[in-house]
């Protein structure tokens, strides 16, 4: 089992382009999850998918970020027009249900994306 | 709405001290307690969980009460080692039930 698997780990885009980040969850978890991590933040919740439907995206800057998930085996995240502020590792997680209680939540080690 | 509540930003502390890092929380329902860290470079771990008034789970060296009167989750182990330092996040399911809510972090340096 590789765990989550993120990449690219490392992205470097400039001011006003557009940055895909990708997702492989843990194969068999039916939950996947996009967090960003920064220090001032700390770990936001972004979008939550359930066997690849989007339950909840309450936390997706509406104007320039969207995610996907168009097979069980992985989702992507989507910045257009990127700007500094949205410098930071991009996590992506999954769960077997996704549901609360004992579930625990697998992250991958992130994207760490600067926008120049 | 729901949160959590990490106060401190950075811990310093010395080899063999105790390790104390405060968590508390708002939740709407019945809370669902985490704790994950995160070493430098890696993926967040869980670390520690708990749902069960008063009861202390435990999980190397580290252990931590989930108090439902005080809303708290304090992380604590009662000797630091090196390889403790590391980015501690505390956790909770909240009202949604379908989504960790996370405090901003606590990074523990733990020095020689």
């Known amino acids: 089992n590789a765990g989550v698997i993120q990449t690219p780990r490392h992205k470097v885009t400039g001011k006003g382009q557009e940055a895909t980040l990708w997702c492989e969850p843990i194969s068999g978890h039916s939950a996947v999850f996009w967090y960003r991590q920064t220090i001032v933040q700390g770990l936001e919740f972004l979008t939550y998918f359930r066997n690849q439907a989007p339950i909840d995206d309450s936390g997706m800057p509406k104007e320039r970020f969207s995610a996907q998930m168009p097979n069980q085996s992985h989702s992507t995240l989507k910045i257009q027009s990127t700007q500094p502020q949205d410098s930071a590792v991009y996590l992506c997680?999954?769960?077997?249900?996704?549901?609360?209680?004992?579930?625990?939540?697998?992250f991958g080690k992130g994207t760490r994306l600067t926008v120049v | 709405g729901d949160s959590v509540t990490q106060t401190e930003g950075l811990v310093t502390l010395t080899e063999g001290l105790p390790v104390m890092l405060n968590c508390t929380y708002q939740?709407?329902?019945?809370?669902?307690l985490f704790w994950y860290v995160q070493h430098l470079n890696e993926a967040p771990k869980l670390l520690l969980k708990?749902?069960?008034?008063?009861k202390r789970p435990e999980h190397q060296g580290f252990h931590a009460t989930l108090h439902k009167s005080s809303s708290s989750f304090h992380l604590q182990k009662s000797s630091a080692q090196l390889s403790d330092s590391a980015l501690y996040y505390c956790?909770?399911?909240?009202?949604?039930?379908?989504?960790?809510?996370f405090g901003i972090g606590t990074l523990l340096s733990v020095k020689p």
């Open positions: 956790a909770d399911y909240g009202s949604s039930g379908n989504k960790l809510i």
């Open positions: 708990s749902f069960t008034d008063n």
């Open positions: 997680a999954s769960s077997f249900s996704g549901t609360g209680g004992a579930t625990e939540v697998f």
């Open positions: 939740s709407t329902y019945s809370p669902f």
